[in-house]
Nanobody, 123 residues
Framework: QVQLVESGGGLVQVGGSLRLSCAAS????????MGWFRQAPGKEREFVAAISWSGGTTYYAASVKGRFTISRDNAKKTVYLQMNSLKREDTADYYC????????????????WGQGTQVSVSS
């Protein structure tokens, strides 16, 4: 089992930045692929970014590429999402997810989820 706890959400103005963190405990963190997803009110949960177990491979949704950066520190069992140039449409609950198998960059491709942290971007 893996337990994931997100933090770092909050209220920020358009154009601002936030860094989300996801602390993991339980199963060997360094062997798992990690991802960030988000869910806006009334919408389905969508993929944001993913990182391989080593940190050597990253992948982003087109909507955030160039603005968001995913990284991980296996010694601290933490994955991060640096969000820059935030837009109003980035407003959502952000979720950290983990998997220990290959899979797609979708909700069904991940097995463990955090409770989420809220990000609100205002103009």
């Amino acid at each position: 089992q893996v337990q994931l706890v997100e933090s770092g959400g909050g209220l920020v103005q358009v154009g601002g930045s936030l860094r989300l963190s996801c602390a993991a405990s339980g199963r060997t963190f360094s062997s798992g692929g990690m991802g960030w997803f988000r869910q806006a009110p009334g919408k389905e949960r969508e993929f944001v970014a993913a990182i391989s177990w080593s940190g050597g491979t990253t992948y982003y949704a087109a909507s955030v590429k160039g603005r968001f950066t995913i990284s991980r520190d296996n010694a601290k069992k933490t994955v991060y999402l640096q969000m820059n140039s935030l837009k109003r449409e980035d407003t959502a609950d952000y979720y950290c997810a983990a998997r220990f198998r290959s899979g797609t960059y979708s909700v069904s491709g991940y097995d463990y989820w955090g409770q989420g942290t809220q990000v609100s971007v205002s103009s």
